[in-house]
């Protein structure tokens, strides 16, 4: 199906969307004035990316981080030791607002100052991630007209492919090797339960090693503020082992890019 580099039989991306208190804003602009919870969004930066970095370290590996420019704004120290670290910064948005709720003016001025901020980091950003994981009519126009090499937002393969009609490719995505539908707890509603990592190890167990059976890309998406809680912690570090145990070639969403592009 894919051919990965140096013989490997699969391949992986671990990826980040680092959405702190910008996710709540996004979300609900009133929550600007309720630091209980901003305080959710805070805990990334402040506790769980230096725990994630470390343990990034320990495994050896690249990751990619996915940042909105407000957050870049807000934690430049954690764009910092992200960048000192080795892993690459792709876009999230200027704001964490879907695409679909923008005029063609609004996504635009999400993609561009979004960029700036994030290149203002020393960052070479090449990647785009909608904080919706959809596109309005504009968006791949605006990527390619933005110089972004990559897309990471359909959830249609299990191995990158180039768009049909716009110079970019995507590096496909998943709900189910997402974090956020087995953590996510919001008590505004109360209506998500939290599962334990042991069920969500039940989860993205054997779909990892069915992705590998296939030859295809494990696209892990994560949050700091979700995964990187000490329990949580631990079953990433089960999951990274067992990756490496099955032979996964580990690259960032950008190196994983330009292997579609050979």
């Known amino acids: 199906m894919f051919t990965w580099p140096e013989?490997?039989?699969?391949g992986a991306t671990i990826s980040f969307d680092f959405d702190a208190e910008e996710v709540w804003i996004g979300e609900n602009?009133?929550?600007?004035?309720?630091?209980?919870?901003?305080s959710q969004g805070a805990y990334g930066p402040r506790v769980a990316v230096p725990l994630l970095l470390e343990l990034?370290?320990?495994?050896?590996?690249?990751?990619?981080?996915?940042?909105?420019?407000?957050?870049a704004e807000r934690h430049p120290e954690s764009i910092r030791a992200i960048l000192a670290a080795g892993h690459e910064i792709a876009h999230h948005g200027l704001t964490h607002t879907s695409p679909t709720e923008l005029s063609a003016a609004e996504e635009r001025r999400e993609v561009r100052e979004g960029l700036a901020i994030l290149r203002s980091t020393g960052a070479t950003v090449t990647g785009y991630r909608?904080?919706?994981?959809?596109?309005?009519a504009n968006t791949l126009d605006l990527l390619v007209e933005h110089g972004f090499e990559y897309s990471s937002n359909l959830l249609d393969h299990i191995v990158p492919y180039r768009h049909a009609a716009h110079d970019l490719v995507e590096v496909?995505?998943?709900?189910?090797?997402?974090?956020?539908?087995?953590?996510?707890?919001?008590?505004?509603?109360?209506?998500?339960?939290?599962?334990?990592?042991r069920e969500v190890l039940d989860v993205w167990r054997p779909e990892i090693s069915g992705i590998a059976a296939l030859g295809g890309h494990v696209m892990l998406t994560?949050?700091?503020?979700i995964i990187g809680r000490p329990s949580r912690l631990a079953m990433l570090d089960t999951v990274l082992t067992q990756l490496a145990e099955?032979?996964?070639w580990f690259g960032t969403a950008h190196e994983t890019a330009r292997l579609a592009r050979a």
Request: with cysteine; aromatic share 14%.
């Open 7 to 10: 013989g490997h039989r699969f």
């Open 29 to 38: 602009p009133q929550n600007t004035d309720r630091p209980g919870v901003l």
């Open 56 to 71: 990034l370290d320990r495994h050896s590996i690249t990751a990619t981080f996915f940042c909105c420019g407000r957050d």
């Open 130 to 136: 909608s904080p919706s994981w959809d596109f309005s």
């Open 172 to 197: 496909p995505v998943s709900w189910i090797l997402d974090d956020a539908p087995h953590f996510w707890f919001a008590n505004d509603t109360w209506n998500k339960t939290i599962r334990s990592p």
């Open 222 to 225: 994560m949050h700091p503020m």
């Open 246 to 248: 099955e032979g996964a």
